[in-house]
């Protein structure tokens, strides 16, 4: 049998595959008939095909998807749904119209056919996301040697309820389920592992340097299971959660506009993690030009610090970390003492990088090392205690732990937290959350808890008493939407076609 990130995105003609039945598969048909009415409204005709791809919940192994480690998400309930119908050769149209169901805040938008666009970065769009995923699926195709044939002209409609900002990753799913939907519009379909690829390579043309996590799972979740995803090649591997425990999501309120702040938060967390492997790969014996060339990630110098941990009687590559890098900040002109070669000529193929150094004052190597290597070791842990013979209390008061040791890690060594998400976390553990974390990119967005089933919904009213309930009073939220904001959430299910 194929394995599952073999196989192709399902193609289903009900809903009830994907969101169930009772009040989720009600919810959802009145999603769908909205947008079907609305597409009538706005274009006049009705849509061809209809996409969906979910956003997710990262439970541990943050900010080292890109390094080339394993992190383990689970999808949720949340999704983003694109509707499309492709316009016939001989309409005269040729553009690409892109709509949305809340319109009010995201006006349409129209773009040219032409698959080798730019995007303008410095004008950002909501509908760029589609785009990418437009430039994706042709980059993809003709690699395959598909016969794309001329462009012609799509109307688009789009419906998300991932929280934006969140980082629940509502960007990818916007992404994954544009690709999926015009490839279906088009009639092809592809290996679940190559979507995934695609969509993560695709969304640089947005400007974010992405490692796969949110693209992988977004493609390849199941229902039941959170996913160790590993990556080089992409795999997914089921990992079912402990009865007993449940995840609530929380937002913090502050937004994480990751394409935005990419130059100074995301991006630059991705050139210091090169430069801090670059650094150690000379450090170990690799000679300058020889490590600028082959020293991509942390994980490509991990074996030099393994071996020299192993001089010291032990397997961690933090000890390499706390002997060759120090803790002090390095500035450019240190690193390229190092190096021989300046950062702007080893980041010369790179712009997005190349926007990092201009803003950056110094890099902070040796802690964004140290994160990486112990959070890569975190992942594995808990996929570890997840399938040991630990009885239930036990089983998750562990993963509570490994939970908090990545929070402290992120917040500290990776300073990619920020003052509500510090709070929303304390407010988390007083409250009996057994663990809990910044999840996504950080900078804003949600939490992750894991807490005991049966006090889900005490932990829930305590949330919003000692965090949200002030927040309402000032009018940052409407007291009706808190759960849009605070919610439980199980393992759901990928993305999918439909084809009514």
């Known amino acids: 049998m194929a394995k599952h990130e073999e196989l192709p995105v399902p193609i289903y003609s009900t809903l009830d595959p994907v969101y169930g039945d009772g009040s989720q598969l ?3 048909q009145l999603r769908f008939d909205k947008i079907k009415s609305k597409f009538l409204e706005v274009f006049g005709h009705s849509p061809h095909v209809f996409a969906r791809s979910p956003g997710r919940v990262n439970l541990i192994g943050e900010h080292i998807d ?3 480690y394993s992190v383990l998400p689970m999808a949720i309930r949340q999704d983003t749904i694109v509707a499309v119908r492709k316009h016939d050769a001989g309409e005269s149209e040729k553009q690409l119209r892109i709509a949305n169901l809340n319109d009010a805040n995201y006006p349409m938008c129209t773009y040219p056919v032409n698959p080798d666009q730019e995007i303008d970065l410095k004008n950002h769009k909501w509908g760029h996301y589609f785009i990418c995923g437009y430039k994706g699926y042709y980059e993809h195709a003709k690699s395959k040697g598909v016969d794309v044939g001329s462009p012609v002209g799509l109307d688009v409609l789009v419906d998300g309820i991932v929280p934006t900002g969140s980082g629940l990753s509502s960007s990818a799913a916007f992404v994954c389920s544009s690709t999926i939907a015009i490839m279906a519009a088009f009639g092809v379909n592809f290996p679940k592992k190559e979507i995934a690829q695609l969509t993560c ?7 974010t340097q992405s490692g796969g996590m949110d693209q992988a799972i977004s493609v390849m ?6 996913e160790l995803i590993d990556f080089n090649p992409i795999r997914a591997t089921d990992v079912q959660l402990p009865a007993g425990g449940s995840f609530v999501i929380a937002h913090s309120l502050a937004e994480s506009q990751k394409a935005v702040t990419a130059a100074t938060n995301y991006n630059n967390r991705v050139v210091e993690c090169r430069l801090g492997s670059i650094v150690l790969g000379i450090k170990l014996g690799m000679k300058p030009e020889e490590a600028i060339s082959k020293a991509k990630t942390l994980s490509d110098v991990e074996g030099l610090c393994v071996s020299f941990a192993s001089s010291r009687a032990s397997s961690d590559p933090v000890l390499a970390v706390k002997e060759f890098l120090k803790e002090e900040p390095y500035t450019a002109e240190d690193i390229e003492k190092i190096t021989n070669q300046s950062l702007q000529s080893i980041f010369s193929n790179s712009p997005t990088s190349l926007d990092v150094l201009n803003a950056a004052k110094h890099y902070k190597l040796h802690q964004r090392a140290a994160h990486v290597y112990s959070e890569a070791r975190r992942v594995h842990a ?9 009885s239930g209390e036990d089983m998750l008061k562990k993963l509570g732990d490994l939970m908090n040791e990545s929070h402290y890690s992120c917040s500290v060594l990776y300073e990619c937290s920020c003052p509500e998400l510090e709070e929303l976390v304390k407010i988390c553990r007083d409250n009996g959350a057994l663990g809990a974390r910044l999840t996504g990119a950080g900078w804003g967005g949600c ?7 049966n006090v889900v919904p005490q932990f829930i009213l305590n949330l919003k008493e000692h965090f949200y309930q002030s927040r309402i009073d000032r ?3 409407n007291k009706n939407d808190l759960g849009l904001y605070v919610f439980a959430s199980k393992p759901s299910s990928g993305s999918a076609i439909f084809k009514f």
Request: proline share 0%; glycine share 10%.
């Open 447 to 453: 939490a992750v808890a894991l807490v005991k089933e």
């Open 66 to 68: 890109y390094e080339g």
């Open 475 to 477: 009018g940052v939220i």
């Open 201 to 207: 390579d695709c969304e640089r043309h947005i400007g």
């Open 382 to 390: 808990f996929k570890e205690t997840v399938s040991s013979n630990l």
């Open 221 to 226: 979740a199941k229902t039941g299971f959170a």
């Open 26 to 28: 009600e919810e959802a």
